[in-house]
Each structure stands twice: as C-alpha cells, then as structure tokens.
C-alpha cells in the first residue's frame, strides 16, 4: 500500500517519490518523456532519497537523453501518403472514397488503404483506423491470453483496451483485471506478448520484487529486449503526461 507521494527538484531533474512499505529503494526513468520516479521505503528521509538521486544524476540525464532522441510519429491529418503503423511496420496510407462500407485494408506490407464515404473530415477517418487497431488488438490478444492464464496458472476476470499516457498496460490484482493500451497493436508482436505476459504476472506477484522478476525470467527468458525494443520503437505524436 502506497503511504506517502512527494516530488524532488534533484539537480535540475523532477523527481517523483513514492513510499512504500518495502526493504530497498528502487529508481527508474520512464517512457516516452524521461520521467524520474522513486520507490522508497517509508523510513527513508527526502534527503537521503536526495543522495541516492545524485549518485545517478549521470545516468538519468542520459536515459532521458535516449528518450528525448527517441523518434515519434508526426501528426495525422489521415490524407494519402502517410505513414501508419501495424503490428511494428509501417504503412502507407492510401484514402479512397466510395459509396461502399467503410473500411480499412490491408495490401501486401506497405499499403493501408482507408475506404471513406464522401465528405468525410480527418476524425472520421481517424474514427474508423482507430476502431479497426481496436478490433485487431482484440483479436490478437484473445488466443495469447488463453495460452499465458495457462502457463502462469492464473485467470483473469475482465481485460479491456484503451487509450492510456503513460502505461502499456496496467494490472488490477484485487479486481483480476487487466487493461492494455491501444498503441500496442502499433507495436512489434513480441513487444504486445511482453506487455500482456508482465501483466499478467502481477495477477501472481503485485509488485515488481525478485520474485515477479524471476517469473518473468522463467516464463519469458526474452522479456527485457522485448521491453527495449518496445521503449526504442516510435512514439504517438499526442502530448503523453507524467
């Protein structure tokens, strides 16, 4: 149970602190924006939070760095001739109107054609890909869900999809439910399976301890390239929040 919530200003950089009932303090530096956050045990002062920031100050200025030089989409305007992203490629967006049912297809590896009704504005568009990424996230997840409850002995009650700032995905172990952000259908397949596989894990283990680690490590040997690659792939062009 969290107990307390503070933010440090640590030479130059924003530290968030959040204090909690365990032995060691954790720090890490986040996606897509290079946000600082600190787990500390609830004894731990600010001050020595303060020092324990300052001995990797070099080492947070250049995660940032990485993350800052991290490439992102540029802003959608859904006419012909952008680039799109499914499943970790990327597309080119052809818009065709038609008196037809809209819909999105597919051809071959580099083509995403969107057909639209007449007089459709860029929500409209953006409206209908967004729908169809839902729809193929769905159907993708169903089967690798039914395969990892099976392999981590667990079972979910709900999972859902939606838009979320700052997380892949998110796990409710009281409520047993999980929820995965839409992006991910973006993303490379085996970053999608690292998301859902962490997630799950929580349904075993809440917190990210040695024990949730290790499970990771046996159950998804590959698991931290999964989550680099997924870290180092482009980023939404929406402003994310801390």
Same mark, same amino acid.
């Given at each position: 149970?969290?107990?307390d919530?503070?933010?440090?200003m640590?030479?130059?950089? %924003? #530290?968030?602190? #959040?204090?909690?009932?365990?032995? *060691? @303090?954790?720090l890490?530096?986040?996606?897509?924006?290079g946000?600082? $956050?600190?787990?500390?045990p609830?004894a731990i002062?600010d001050?020595a939070?303060?020092i =324990?920031?300052?001995?990797? +100050?070099r080492?947070i200025?250049q995660k940032?760095?990485?993350?800052e030089?991290?490439?992102? !989409?540029? =802003?959608?305007?859904m006419?012909?001739g952008e680039s799109?992203?499914?499943?970790?490629?990327?597309y080119? +967006?052809?818009? #065709?109107e038609?008196d037809?049912?809209p819909? #999105?297809?597919?051809?071959?590896?580099?083509?995403?054609v969107? %057909? &639209?009704?007449?007089?459709?504005?860029?929500?409209?568009?953006?409206?209908?890909l967004?729908r169809?990424?839902?729809?193929?996230?769905?159907?993708?997840?169903?089967?690798? +869900?039914?395969?990892?409850?099976?392999?981590?002995?667990?079972? &979910?009650?709900e999972w859902?999809?939606?838009?979320?700032?700052?997380?892949w995905?998110? /796990? *409710?172990?009281k409520?047993?439910r999980?929820? @995965?952000n839409?992006e991910l259908?973006k993303?490379?397949?085996a /970053?999608?399976e690292?998301?859902l596989? %962490? !997630?799950?894990t929580? +349904?075993?283990?809440?917190k990210?301890?040695?024990?949730?680690?290790r @499970?990771?490590? $046996?159950? @998804?040997?590959?698991?931290?390239? $999964?989550?680099a690659e997924?870290n =180092?792939?482009?980023?939404?062009k929406e402003?994310?929040? /801390?």
């Open positions: 149970m969290i107990t919530d503070t933010s440090l640590v030479g130059g950089v %924003h #530290v968030s602190v #959040v204090r909690k009932p365990i032995k *060691n @303090l954790h890490g530096v986040y996606p897509p924006d946000r600082v $956050r600190v787990a500390a609830v002062s001050a939070v303060r =324990a920031v300052i001995g990797r +100050l080492w200025k940032q760095a990485g993350f030089g991290q490439s992102r !989409e540029s =802003a959608r305007e006419t012909s799109h992203f499914y499943r970790g490629r990327r080119r +967006l052809q818009v #065709v038609s037809g049912h819909r #999105v297809e597919l051809r071959g590896h580099h083509a995403m969107l %057909h &639209v009704r007449a007089g459709w504005t860029a929500e409209d568009r953006e409206r209908l967004q169809w990424y839902r729809d193929r996230l769905r159907e993708i997840v169903s089967p690798l +869900l039914t395969r990892w409850q099976d392999d981590l002995g667990v079972e &979910v009650r859902g999809i939606k838009r979320m700032k700052t997380k995905g998110s /796990c *409710n172990p409520a047993r999980i929820w @995965l839409l259908i993303k490379p397949p /970053c999608l690292y998301v596989v %962490h !997630e799950l929580h +349904l075993v283990v809440e990210h301890d040695d024990r949730f680690l @499970l990771m490590d $046996r159950h @998804l040997p590959t698991w931290r390239g $999964r989550r997924l =180092a792939t482009p980023l939404a402003a994310w929040g /801390c």
